[in-house]
């Protein structure tokens, strides 16, 4: 007779029980979170926990402190997706005043709406950690703190560097971050939780170049499907006799975005040099017309070939951004400029395993017939392809991210390179692209590499990188998603062993850890505001007078580092005089 299986028991010698914990004394006390040992209430009903702000240019990302990540991302111009300000200002004083006040106003509406819609917190009660870039303008900064002091009257606020902050996230406080954000790349060494600015390097190859070259290739290799005049021609009118040129109306910035971030991904850089792409060009052509000026490394990749071809990429945006007018007829060194920019596009179509995507885009107003929508196709390459402009180096203006990062150890000091070397940390919404960070590894090892010295250039070359290539073996990156094995042990270490942060929030997430630890940047109360302003000595306290943007003058007492002296540094040796003989004592 068969038996009912019994259930399986655990050994006799261990007996499950729940694990107790302590309770604080005076239970009724409303707790912050089960995790937390400590009895303050937390972000949206206490007044303890700081307020985060990453102010971007274009994306802003805000929160409390002791939190994982941000309450609220949103965009500074959510309409027009467009950018805040620039590193450039206009010089006629008339018109430098109204960009000053259009920015202050565009600055208040973003600061209220971070407090009265996103965090729904009273700013009175709340002190602010502002997250800075390293380069971010003076008067920028004077009118953040004048409206969150004046207008939304904060108690303080904390100014940290979005660098350290970024590096304070994964637990470190050693390395050398790379921020690829809108406007520029900037690469920043810190040491010892210290930054080292005297270090920093930039380039303009950001997310803005990125969406500008977008925005050309598309225009001169993009197709377009505008919407059928009636319902019958969708039906009978093939889709091939209804392709035209991409007209510049529909490339807006919100179009931009989305085929940036949702489009786009980096690929690994091909192995051809420009005699492939020359050997492909018609004879006819004179291949020295359009060779770009020589770089460091002679064999140029394609992405350095294109480089060249930029600036008439966006000249030809005119050309095209109209269907109903002709082009006019190009001389003879424009068309041999577009025929290898042709050749350029069908060496990448041939390498290229992305698809084409169709993307459906508001027609412009001539085509808007109720008919539907208009349909943007996209070429794989394209998607693929277009980030190599953040990639072409040789340029002495316009580095690449890979030159910066190299440019900055060579001004590091000589015993803090290797530890910079494998301590990289990237950060910034740029480098979320897919594929960036292991691409940007590549291009290291690639700018490090021994020149070819069979080239058959008489001019010498020179080896810019040379007292770097010792390094080669310690590259490593901290939130690199696949590292590469290397001959280095710290570099094995190191290599992707950061937390799994989203680069665009580890500069957010590391001012929330400041603000969590009260440690942060130099803070700035509201009394020591309120004394600097020479125009609040004679008024009333009930009567505050606010100034327009353009008579604002910054104060004193914003920290800037490109104002103040540097360090002096360690103290100078002083030789010790030897101790007295016993013999001189006891005479």
């Keep these: 007779m068969s038996t009912v299986p019994g259930t399986p028991r655990a050994k006799a010698g261990i007996t499950p029980a729940t694990p107790t914990t302590a309770r604080v004394a005076g239970s009724h006390v409303l707790q912050a979170s089960p995790h937390y040992t400590t009895t303050r209430r937390h972000s949206l009903y206490g007044t303890e926990d700081r307020v985060v702000i990453d102010p971007g240019s274009r994306i802003w990302k805000v929160g409390f402190s002791g939190e994982g990540k941000p309450r609220d991302v949103f965009y500074a111009d959510p309409k027009y997706y467009g950018s805040l300000w620039s590193w450039s200002r206009a010089t006629d004083p008339a018109e430098k005043a109204e960009q000053d006040n259009m920015l202050v106003v565009n600055l208040e509406r973003c600061m209220r709406s971070v407090f009265h819609e996103s965090l729904l917190a009273e700013p009175k009660a709340r002190k602010v950690i502002l997250v800075e870039h390293p380069l971010m303008p003076l008067y920028i900064k004077d009118m953040i703190a004048h409206i969150l002091f004046s207008n939304l009257q904060v108690p303080s606020i904390s100014f940290a560097s979005s660098h350290l902050l970024s590096l304070l996230s994964i637990g470190r406080i050693t390395g050398l971050v790379l921020d690829c954000g809108h406007l520029e790349s900037t690469a920043l060494p810190i040491f010892a939780a210290r930054p080292l600015f005297p270090q920093l390097r930039t380039t303009p190859l950001a997310g803005y170049r990125f969406s500008s070259h977008i925005r050309a290739l598309l225009l001169l290799f993009g197709s377009y499907l505008p919407?059928?005049?009636?319902?019958?021609?969708?039906?009978?009118?093939?889709?091939?006799?209804?392709?035209?040129?991409?007209?510049?109306?529909?490339?807006?910035?919100?179009?931009?975005?989305?085929?940036?971030?949702?489009?786009?991904?980096?690929?690994?850089?091909?192995?051809?040099?420009?005699?492939?792409?020359?050997?492909?060009?018609?004879?006819?052509?004179?291949?020295?017309?359009?060779?770009?000026?020589?770089?460091?490394?002679?064999?140029?990749s394609e992405s350095e070939f294109s480089r060249g071809s930029i600036g008439q990429e966006s000249a030809a945006e005119s050309e095209f951004s109209i269907i109903s007018n002709p082009t006019r007829p190009a001389s003879g060194g424009e068309a041999r400029h577009e025929n290898h920019l042709q050749v350029l596009a069908n060496m990448y179509m041939r390498h290229s395993t992305a698809t084409d995507l169709h993307m459906r885009v508001v027609p412009p107003v001539s085509q808007q017939t109720g008919t539907g929508r208009g349909t943007l196709i996209i070429p794989g390459w394209v998607r693929e392809r277009a980030a190599e402009v953040l990639f072409e180096g040789g340029d002495v203006d316009e580095s690449s991210v890979a030159e910066v990062i190299l440019d900055a150890l060579l001004k590091a000091p000589l015993d803090l390179r290797r530890t910079m070397a494998s301590s990289i940390l990237i950060t910034g919404g740029t480098a979320m692209l897919p594929g960036f960070i292991p691409r940007l590894h590549t291009e290291l090892l690639r700018a490090t590499a021994p020149l070819n010295t069979s080239s058959t250039r008489s001019r010498p070359t020179y080896d810019q990188y040379a007292s770097l290539r010792p390094l080669v073996p310690h590259f490593a990156i901290l939130n690199n998603p696949t590292p590469v094995p290397s001959s280095s042990t710290r570099a094995n270490v190191n290599a992707g062993k950061a937390p799994a942060f989203t680069p665009a929030t580890m500069a957010w997430v590391g001012g929330s850890l400041a603000g969590a630890l009260k440690t942060g940047g130099v803070e700035v109360a509201r009394e020591k505001w309120d004394e600097s302003d020479p125009s609040q000595t004679d008024q009333d306290d009930d009567v505050v007078m606010v100034l327009p943007a353009s008579e604002h003058v910054p104060r004193n007492i914003i920290p800037d580092w490109t104002r103040g002296p540097l360090p002096a540094g360690a103290p100078s040796a002083v030789a010790l005089k030897p101790p007295p003989s016993p013999q001189a004592v006891g005479a």
């Design 227 to 300: 919407p059928p005049a009636t319902l019958s021609a969708a039906v009978n009118v093939p889709a091939a006799n209804r392709t035209t040129r991409v007209p510049q109306e529909i490339l807006t910035d919100a179009v931009i975005e989305d085929i940036k971030t949702r489009c786009c991904f980096v690929s690994d850089a091909l192995e051809s040099s420009l005699s492939d792409v020359r050997a492909s060009s018609p004879a006819g052509d004179d291949p020295s017309d359009n060779e770009p000026p020589p770089s460091s490394d002679p064999a140029m």
